[in-house]
Every structure is written in structure tokens, then in C-alpha cells.
């Protein structure tokens, strides 16, 4: 699966990714 044109290499690194988009829109509010 791509997003955004970026292809991660497996699937821990979308995992932490995810988390990461996560924690950030959640700290910003």
C-alpha cells in the first residue's frame, strides 16, 4: 500500500508511522 507516493518497506515501519502522525495530532491539539 501507498500513500502519498511513500511505499513502506514493511509493516513496522507504517505501524510507526501511524503512531506518529497519531501522537503528533494529538499533542498539536
Given at each position: 500500500m501507498c500513500l502519498g507516493g511513500w511505499c513502506p518497506g514493511n509493516v513496522w515501519t507504517a505501524f510507526f508511522m501511524a503512531c506518529t502522525v497519531f501522537w503528533?495530532?494529538?499533542?498539536r491539539n
Amino acid at each position: 500500500m501507498c500513500l502519498g507516493g511513500w511505499c513502506p518497506g514493511n509493516v513496522w515501519t507504517a505501524f510507526f508511522m501511524a503512531c506518529t502522525v497519531f501522537w503528533l495530532e494529538t499533542i498539536r491539539n
